[in-house]
């Protein structure tokens, strides 16, 4: 396992577990607790997964130290504002048992995130979150965040894959010092990639799968990827990318897959947000 120091001197795997869309208790626990037993210390949830507290039951029941875990969870938009946010932290931390989180993200570019933020900055600043970051957050509104904040984000959160690179949004990421993670780096499936010939071919040449490319590939353009799967033999085999490197032909041919558009989600379509602010996760 490599790490990223990001902007505030904290180190982050660049390889972690997801559980977006394991919503079931057993279910989640026992992906989390076999991810972990396969060598992953980075576990991303979300209050909006309604899965924190079966995470925590597997942290727990796992008997790593704290220390070594990395465990990010996201504030949703129902609870955006400097009070809500302050709340629903709170209710994340409860549910997961922990005393800190190592990363908190505001989950979508949406409602008074600007008032979530001052408030995560003194969550920042009280320990209770060792790093700060958002999600979904594109260029204009990334840089418009980092140059009105008092403590800018050290991580955005954004769906990138072989299909939807986003060269672009990485070099603003970079121009602020923030560090992007692929969410969706396997792009939810689409496009064959499991099977696509370029990634195949190229894999041969490592004794790889067309997966390990796709997230060699990012990870090689220095972004933190977190795969989900809730099969054992997928959870190692997504984890066993650190014993080969792409070539520069071979990044530059899975560079020219990209299609240059979501396939999965358009957050600047008005039907997005209307459906997004419409999907509420408690009372």
């Avoid at 009105?148 to 990485?170: D, S, T, W, Y």
Wanted: proline share 4%.
């Amino acid at each position: 396992m490599e790490f990223v120091t990001l902007n505030n001197g904290v180190k982050m795997p660049m390889e972690g577990f997801g559980v977006f869309q394991v919503p079931e208790a057993a279910a989640c626990e026992q992906a989390v607790s076999d991810a972990l037993a396969a060598g992953y210390r980075l576990i991303d949830t979300a209050a909006a997964y309604f899965n924190e507290e079966a995470v925590g039951a597997a942290i727990r029941k796992s008997g790593i130290p704290r220390e070594e875990l990395f465990i990010t969870t996201k504030l949703w938009i129902q609870d955006a504002g400097y009070e809500n946010a302050k709340k629903a932290f709170q209710v994340s931390l409860d549910k997961l048992g922990l005393d800190y989180i190592d990363l908190y993200l505001i989950h979508q570019p949406m409602n008074d995130y600007y008032g979530s933020w001052r408030a995560m900055e003194e969550l920042y600043e009280e320990g209770k979150i060792k790093a700060a970051g958002v999600c979904n957050f594109y260029p204009e509104r990334l840089a418009d965040l980092c140059l009105n904040a008092k403590i800018r984000p050290m991580v955005n959160q954004v769906e990138l894959h072989p299909f939807f690179a986003q060269a672009g949004a990485l070099e603003t990421m970079k121009e602020f010092g923030v560090q992007p993670e692929a969410w969706g780096p396997m792009a939810e499936g689409k496009h064959g990639i499991f099977t696509h010939p370029v990634l195949t071919e190229i894999g041969a040449k490592y004794g790889k799968t067309a997966a390990q490319v796709a997230l060699r590939w990012n990870v090689q353009r220095g972004v933190v990827i977190i795969p989900k799967s809730t099969h054992k033999e997928r959870m190692v085999e997504n984890f066993n990318i650190w014993d080969f490197s792409l070539s520069d032909e071979d990044m530059a041919a899975v560079g020219a897959m990209d299609v240059g558009h979501s396939e999965i989600i358009d957050h600047s379509a008005a039907d997005t947000a209307k459906f997004l602010n419409g999907w509420k996760i408690h009372e």
